[in-house]
């Protein structure tokens, strides 16, 4: 502006006319300067009062709301419905608003209560649903975690994302201040409320991008929104959005969440592999009063008539047909009887040889409390025919209440107890291996000296398992049978005939045995399908504690007289514990010990490696059948960084590689007076391994490289190796 100046005298009447021109002209460069962010104050303002304002603190209070959950496939093009698959199914698709199509699965509506962060049903859940609902049940835990922002971490599929609200937020996050908002007409607690936008500074972090309200007379949250950066380093993940408000007494008024699971093989193949997406909504109920809501045939009418259509249709039988050998093991034929386990049909190891057996399981369209199981196989290596018949019977009560009765004569790993099924109760292989090693156990072993331990059961099983309470369960088992040394047949290099010949000899035995087992959790979920029932982890410490009472007698002889009593102690407890951007830790630590003098089978002997292949609970460079114990502790520890090293990449973060980290630990005593020992160590130094690795490689495979830290100068295993596994996971 261009100044003058006017002397104006007392009584003079004078005007002014203000003329503005436009000048032109371009801005050549602008100079940010760093100032402080007011939104970082007001972050630390609500981290301050997150105490008295999180209602789930300390988890004093309960809330109630009700549920809705929906499940769909989506992304499903319309170019495409022409094809085979799609064709026998677009009579049953529904189209949204914006064009997509939805293939409607699953609606449920239940009442549930939120306790301390966690969420807990309160009534039967009213579904509908095609196919059978246990199904959905595993799917749909991935959202059955409560999202509270006050706290450091959320966890969603086993990791920890770091809040916006997290003490160590501004490492991860970007903040700014979008606008100040005038309090909603009513709302007496605050003058304004303050709109923040919170942006990620690395997508591949377990991190979110979205927006909050923030009260600015209680520094409580109002409202906050995230979303989850497609980039995320974990598998099939293509979206999760969340939307939160809150009411002037700090609870939650409502919950929507919205994940979308994509299984294309490859990034750019979306258009042919649909996604799965999976909705939840939470409303609160002010009453006390708990009523069952239901399914509303009006709002959910498209989606209902949909799936009228879908359940006839022969894909979906289909469907059907693949997703129950996928969660029971069962095979469906049609009609009442099933073919199954799976897992049953064939084997082939270094005891059976080839192994072939036809497994038979009645279902629900006989009884639907009662299934009986029965195989008969035969193993051409050792020319003997195995088999088992069962009988389960599901109380119709209440909480679950499972009787067994169980005959087999069959194989079993001389290191195997029946305390293993403790740390192997959700996995997809056996009760003695991993997946991996279990289908691959026919392999050659690392050593040629190496043998295997399977030795001959012939037992009768009758076994209760109760839930008493929640996390509370039980399991009451006695076991009476005969236990026979395995033989292979070398040939006899003078007459070319097959000898004959004890692998791990011991005189065999009959016995009995008596074990009660009591399964401690905290906040954890269970999925149930038949008689094998899935835990679904929290991050708390899972507790077992076991006793066994027995007693054995010679067959045919008896070199101390008589039957001999014997006892065992057991105490395992797991844990996965997430630490935000650094990754996962699962660890299982056990202790027990054997109470008198006992054969070896009865003893506590070191479940071994002998393979190439990686096995979680099997320490990978010791040999099996090479350590031996009467009071011994272990210890499975494992650490998955999920990408917190490569995630900082260029180029590599592309490839979701997750790093990897094992320490395994033995220590034990090998009192006197046991029999049949010859060959086998006692631990009285501990016996250590380590190793490192690449994980998640195609989605599928991991890879370690492991060393012996201890007992390095046994020559008949090797002091490192590599070892891989199958490895399927989110």
Not at 109 to 135: A, D, F, I, K, W
């Amino acid at each position: 502006y261009r100044k003058q100046r006017f002397e104006i005298m007392p009584g003079m009447q004078a005007g002014i006319d203000v003329a503005l021109q436009e000048k032109v002209e371009g801005l050549r460069e602008i100079q940010v300067l760093p100032d402080d962010n007011e939104a970082i104050g007001i972050i630390d303002l609500v981290r301050k009062h997150s105490q008295q304002n999180d209602r789930q603190f300390g988890g004093q209070a309960t809330d109630r709301y009700e549920e809705h959950k929906r499940l769909y496939l989506s992304d499903i093009r319309a170019k495409h419905l022409e094809r085979f698959l799609w064709k026998n199914l677009k009579d049953g698709m529904i189209s949204r608003e914006d064009s997509s199509i939805f293939l409607p699965l699953y609606i449920s509506v239940g009442n549930t209560q939120l306790t301390g962060g966690y969420l807990s049903p309160l009534t039967q859940q009213q579904t509908r649903c095609v196919m059978t609902e246990t199904n959905y049940e595993a799917i749909l835990s991935l959202t059955g975690s409560y999202a509270d922002f006050y706290r450091n971490n959320v966890s969603f599929f086993g990791s920890a994302f770091v809040s916006p609200l997290a003490k160590s937020a501004t490492t991860y996050y970007d903040y700014f201040l979008a606008d100040s908002i005038d309090a909603a007409a009513g709302d007496t607690t605050a003058r304004k409320r303050y709109l923040l936008h919170y942006r990620t500074k690395n997508g591949y972090y377990p991190t979110f991008i979205g927006e909050m309200e923030v009260d600015s007379g209680t520094w409580a949250l109002r409202r906050i929104e995230a979303r989850v950066p497609r980039e995320v380093n974990i598998n099939y993940l293509h979206a999760l959005h969340i939307e939160q408000t809150f009411n002037a007494d700090n609870i939650l008024e409502a919950e929507r969440l919205t994940l979308a699971m994509d299984f294309a093989i490859k990034a750019d193949s979306s258009h042919v592999f649909p996604s799965m997406v999976v909705e939840r909504n939470l409303a609160y109920v002010a009453t006390d009063a708990v009523n069952t809501p239901t399914i509303n045939h009006q709002t959910d009418s498209a989606a209902l008539a949909a799936m009228s259509k879908l359940e006839d249709m022969p894909i979906v039988k289909i469907i059907k047909w693949g997703l129950n050998i996928a969660t029971t093991g069962y095979i469906p034929v049609g009609g009442p009887i099933d073919i199954g386990k799976a897992t049953d049909i064939f084997h082939c190891n270094k005891q059976h040889g080839l192994y072939f057996a036809l497994p038979l399981h009645t279902n629900e369209k006989l009884w639907k409390n009662v299934s009986l199981d029965a195989y008969f196989g035969y193993g051409w290596g050792d020319k003997a025919f195995k088999g088992m018949g069962q009988v389960a019977i599901m109380m119709p009560t209440e909480r679950r209440h499972w009787l067994q009765l169980r005959y087999e004569d069959n194989y079993i790993y001389s290191e195997t107890t029946v305390f293993d099924k403790l740390t192997r109760e959700n996995g997809f292989g056996t009760n003695e291996m991993d997946l991996t090693t279990g289908l691959f156990d026919g392999l050659p072993f690392t050593t040629p000296t190496a043998k295997h331990t399977a030795i001959r059961q012939r037992a009768f099983l009758a076994n209760y398992e109760s839930d008493w309470r929640e996390g509370v369960e039980t399991s009451l088992q006695l076991k009476v049978g005969r236990l026979d040394p395995s033989y292979v047949n070398p040939r006899d290099l003078r007459t070319n005939a097959f000898v004959p010949q004890a692998q791990y000899p011991f005189d065999p035995f009959r016995f009995c045995s008596l074990t009660g087992i009591v399964r401690l959790s905290w906040h954890e979920r269970a999925v149930d399908f038949q008689a094998h029932r899935m835990h679904l982890y929290s991050q708390q410490p899972t507790l077992f504690l076991g006793a066994e009472v027995g007693s054995y007698s010679y067959v045919g002889h008896q070199p101390s007289g008589g039957y001999r009593m014997y006892a065992k102690l057991h105490a395992t407890v797991r844990q996965q514990v997430t630490f935000s951007v650094g990754g996962r830790l699962t660890y299982v630590a056990s202790a027990g010990l054997v109470i008198g003098k006992v054969p070896y089978p009865l003893l506590e002997i070191m479940d071994g490696n002998q393979s190439y292949l990686y096995d979680s609970y099997r320490f990978t460079l010791m040999n099996s059948h090479q350590y031996a114990t009467d009071k011994f502790i272990t210890l499975h520890a494992e650490w998955n960084g999920m990408g917190v090293l490569f995630n900082l990449i260029p180029g590599v973060r592309f490839l979701h590689l997750r790093e990897l980290a094992e320490v395994k630990l033995a220590y034990g005593g090998l009192g006197k007076g046991h029999l049949f020992t010859d060959g086998l160590q006692p631990l009285n130094i501990p016996y250590v391994e380590a190793g490192v690795g690449i994980g998640n490689i195609l989605r599928l495979i991991d890879v370690y490289a492991i060393w012996r830290l201890t007992h390095r100068n046994d020559p008949t295993t090797p002091l490192w190796g590599i070892r891989g596994r199958i490895n399927f996971g989110i």
